[in-house]
């Protein structure tokens, strides 16, 4: 995060300082941790914002989008992009506590998603059956604008979530889900389209 982005945030804030001086010291705290924590992505958008301390480790691309929100605050959340990997996130995007997401290959995650309580999204099953020491090519995994997934959700390689599709709690998704829709159940199934 530049001098110049903070210095944007906080002139934005000055604005409110008149009318509730102590709000800005809870406003800025989650902008100033995600500066820190943040710190080894690609490239990270205005207004970010970390609550708790989040694992990331990066040896590839990793791109997050504007007014990020992540928590990790009751269980660590992970970010993990492996050599190689591409991992991008949205605009105005929540990733809550105790979420996994790696990329060996693809993840890309639209605007405006909210990511549930331990959530898991792979783009590899990294290693075989018969072999467990040879990793397999990675299937992308596509997270389309405005989708709601719910807690303990499971996205398996090479899913696409259409937009504005709804993921059930505990849903194991194994296959493409059509936009607005909800998928619940394991496997995840279409229950109904709104």
């Known amino acids: 995060m530049t001098f110049s982005t903070l210095a944007r945030y906080f002139g934005a804030l000055s604005d409110r300082a008149r009318y509730a001086p102590l709000s800005i010291a809870s406003d800025a705290w ?4 995600a500066g820190v924590y943040l710190r080894q992505c690609t490239r990270v958008g205005f207004g970010a914002r970390a609550f708790g301390r989040p694992h990331i480790a990066n040896n590839g691309t990793l791109i997050i ?3 990020l929100r992540i928590f990790s605050t009751m269980a660590r959340t992970e970010l993990v992009v492996f050599k190689g990997g591409k991992l991008e996130i949205g605009d105005c995007c929540a990733i809550n506590y105790g979420t996994s997401i790696a990329a060996t290959g693809s993840v890309r995650i639209g605007n405006r998603c909210r990511i549930g309580t331990y959530v898991l999204l792979l783009d590899n099953d990294f290693h075989t059956l018969e072999r467990r020491d040879v990793r397999p ?6 997270i389309e604008d405005d989708v709601w997934i719910c807690n303990r959700v499971i996205v398996l390689p090479g899913v696409t979530v259409g937009h504005g599709a709804v993921l059930g709690a505990g849903a194991v998704v194994t296959g493409d889900v059509p936009p607005r829709s909800l998928a619940i159940g394991n496997p995840a199934r279409v229950h109904k389209t709104f």
């Open 65 to 67: 989008g504007e007014r």
């Open 137 to 142: 090519p990675p299937r992308q995994v596509v």
């Open 30 to 33: 989650p902008v100033l941790a």
